[in-house]
């Protein structure tokens, strides 16, 4: 009975671990890129809370990015594919892929760019009027 207890509790452990290493993984992801001047939009920060519920935004819009294997995504809304650069020493995602909508973008991670981005919504517009 001890042993199946403790096996069980082994395979608990290891399904916690691999499910943290899987979750943190997609933080390397989260963050602003830069595309060069004369480009379609000008930045993308791509944002989220887990590998299966990334969102980018831009100036053309918003769009969920659907996970299709390492370092690769679809753009759900745009109908294109995301493509993550990785730093050849330190294998840190420092760049994006883009390819959406016959566009085709190129951009580097901006540095000391956040790993999460916190959105504060003010619901009383008289907050911003009161002295």
């Known amino acids: 009975m001890k042993q199946v207890l403790l ?3 082994f395979a608990l452990g290891m399904a916690m ?8 993984t997609h933080r390397e992801y989260l963050g602003t890129y830069h595309f060069p ?3 379609v939009v000008p930045l993308v920060q791509v944002t989220g809370d887990s ?3 990334l969102s980018m935004y831009s100036e ?4 969920p990015m659907k996970y299709e294997g390492v370092d690769s995504f679809t ?7 995301a493509a993550f650069r990785r730093h050849d020493s330190t294998r840190q995602v420092n760049g994006i892929h883009i390819e959406a909508m ?4 190129d951009g580097e991670k901006v540095n000391g760019s956040t790993t999460w ?9 008289q907050l911003l009027t009161r002295k």
Do not use: M, P
Not at 60 to 63: E, H, L, Q
């Open 102 to 105: 016959g566009y085709v973008l």
């Open 117 to 125: 981005t916190w959105r504060i919504a003010i619901r009383d517009e």
């Open 60 to 63: 053309a819009g918003t769009s």
């Open 51 to 53: 590998l299966t519920a």
């Open 75 to 81: 753009i759900v809304n745009f109908n294109g594919t």
């Open 17 to 24: 671990t691999a499910h943290s290493q899987k979750d943190s």
């Open 7 to 9: 096996c069980f509790l």
């Open 37 to 39: 001047s004369g480009s």
